[in-house]
């Protein structure tokens, strides 16, 4: 979005919490399209759900976006999975899109979308629930290595968007700092304590995201996040 044309919505969509996993655990993770302008509060859309407020959902993660055009490219990377489990919804967006992915959107970014204001708060960082709604064990560290996570949003405004709604991008304050290249620096790349020190004093990262920074450039440790993508073991 370099030229700041507008893009267009591919899906506007919403879910309830139903039981999933193992042990049936609450997960509003399954999103469908609606087909009507949805109301856009501080905590989401209306009628949309979250059941683990502690992972997802809250001021900071009120929305989440994902590129619709990585669709392609999972079908083409696990072609033993039903290509229909690859389809807008999957992995629990509220917003589906083509024109804007994690190399081109950066953190801080401000859009209008409808008569709603949005700013990009932070990646996702995958969880089991991701394995088991595609029924594949390897989806969640595949996505978070790849870095097709998708992005969340705070709201920033209320209002109303509309399935078919344009999106403008107002602002970028820290154009040097993509989602790529921010789970990279987090996930995949050697630590690079220049690096790691703009990050713990990004002020429009979240204060874990900052922590996390903060906390490897002091004992140079990297976070095991294997463990939030494994399948809870079946409760006796």
């Given at each position: 979005?370099?030229?700041?044309?507008?893009?267009?919505?591919?899906?506007?969509?919403?879910?309830?919490?139903?039981?999933?996993?193992?042990?049936?655990?609450?997960?509003?993770?399954?999103?469908?399209?609606?087909?009507?302008?949805?109301?856009?509060?501080?905590?989401?859309?209306?009628d949309d759900m979250q059941a683990d407020l502690r992972h997802h959902g809250g001021t900071g993660k009120a929305v989440h976006h994902?590129?619709?055009?990585?669709?392609?490219?999972?079908?083409?990377?696990?072609?033993?999975?039903?290509?229909?489990?690859?389809?807008?919804?999957?992995?629990?967006?509220?917003?589906?899109?083509?024109?804007?992915?994690?190399?081109?959107?950066c953190i801080g970014d401000i859009f209008r979308m409808g008569n709603a204001l949005l700013e990009v708060t932070?990646?996702?960082?995958?969880?089991?629930?991701?394995?088991?709604?595609?029924?594949?064990?390897?989806?969640?560290?595949?996505?978070q290595e790849s870095g097709r996570t998708g992005w969340y949003y705070r709201v920033l405004e209320h209002g109303t968007v509309s399935p078919d709604a344009e999106i403008f991008l107002l602002d970028r304050p820290y154009p040097e700092w993509t989602l790529a290249h921010l789970l990279k620096q987090l996930y995949l790349g050697p630590p690079d304590n220049e690096v790691l020190t703009r990050l713990s004093t990004l002020d429009a990262l979240p204060g874990s995201w900052r922590e996390q920074a903060r906390r490897r450039l002091e004992?140079?440790?990297?976070?095991?996040s294997s463990q939030r993508m494994v399948t809870p073991a079946i409760k006796t």
């Open positions: 979005m370099n030229d700041h044309r507008p893009l267009k919505l591919n899906a506007l969509l919403i879910g309830p919490i139903v039981p999933f996993g193992p042990n049936g655990e609450p997960s509003a993770i399954g999103k469908t399209p609606v087909n009507h302008p949805l109301s856009l509060g501080a905590t989401g859309f209306v994902y590129p619709a055009e990585h669709y392609a490219t999972w079908r083409r990377e696990y072609p033993e999975i039903e290509p229909g489990r690859f389809q807008p919804g999957t992995f629990g967006e509220n917003l589906s899109t083509f024109g804007l992915t994690e190399e081109n959107v932070q990646g996702r960082k995958p969880c089991w629930k991701i394995n088991e709604r595609i029924g594949h064990p390897g989806i969640a560290a595949r996505m004992t140079s440790y990297v976070e095991d």
